[in-house]
């Protein structure tokens, strides 16, 4: 079975431009989380949402972020304009809503460097 | 794909040797945990879960023990493989919400 699927796998830009990272859930989930992941701060949740509505965004470092979820399958995250900050490791993650808990499986990430 | 603390906790281990990789978590609340595998270049990668209402879980090769009195949740990986080192993440997630809350993580290292 395919799993998340993520791209680019990696993205190297300049400061100021558009970055666009695309994720393709696993096929009958229904919620996606993005993440970041840096050495100093871990794995952060930036956003997640349910059935393609956004949940909690708390995470979200700033306006110049923003996600949505087009269809039932895909998501993007943006960031407007970069900033060598954000250069990190980004995943998402998807999960069912079946009876109970369930595990989030991760996408293999996009390393993200800006210069 | 590695993005761990500098001060990350490494264990050592022999070809052979058992594994227990252990986890304090936070909230007295939560009511599910994972274990997650992250090798280098690659997501979290699921290995086993728990319940609240569990205290031991066995998979293959692993086990994971729930203690709540303390807060604390252990991964024990027999027959430790060269292949099993990576960094190990113990998550935790709260009543009626779907958040994952993930520890700073564990090196494994395992010497043939």
């Known amino acids: 079975d395919a799993g998340v699927i993520q791209s680019p796998r990696h993205e190297v830009t300049e400061m100021g431009q558009e970055v666009t990272l695309r994720c393709k859930l696993i096929s009958g989930h229904n919620s996606l989380f993005w993440y970041r992941q840096t050495m100093m701060r871990g794995l952060e949740l930036l956003i997640y949402?349910?059935?393609?509505?956004?949940?909690?965004d708390s995470g979200m470092p700033e306006d110049r972020f923003s996600a949505k979820m087009p269809n039932a399958s895909f998501s993007t995250l943006k960031i407007q304009p970069s900033e060598p900050r954000d250069s990190a490791v980004y995943f998402c993650?998807?999960?069912?809503?079946?009876?109970?808990?369930?595990?989030?499986?991760f996408g293999d990430g996009t390393r993200l460097s800006i210069l | 794909g590695e993005s761990v603390g500098l001060h990350l906790p490494t264990l050592s281990v022999q070809e052979g040797d058992n594994s227990i990789i252990n986890c304090a978590y936070s909230?007295?609340?939560?009511?599910?945990f994972i274990w997650y595998k992250q090798e280098s270049g690659k997501g979290p990668q699921f290995i086993i879960d728990i319940r609240s209402n569990m205290d031991k879980r066995q998979g293959q090769r692993v086990t994971v023990l729930l203690n709540k009195t303390v807060k604390h949740l252990s991964l024990q990986i027999a027959a430790t493989q060269p292949g099993d080192s990576a960094v190990y993440f113990c998550a935790e997630k709260g009543t009626g919400f779907q958040k994952l809350v993930f520890g700073t993580g564990t090196r494994l290292l395992v010497s043939p």
């Open positions: 909230n007295s609340a939560s009511d599910y």
């Open positions: 949402f349910n059935n393609n509505v956004p949940i909690d």
């Open positions: 993650a998807s999960s069912s809503r079946g009876a109970g808990n369930q595990p989030q499986h």
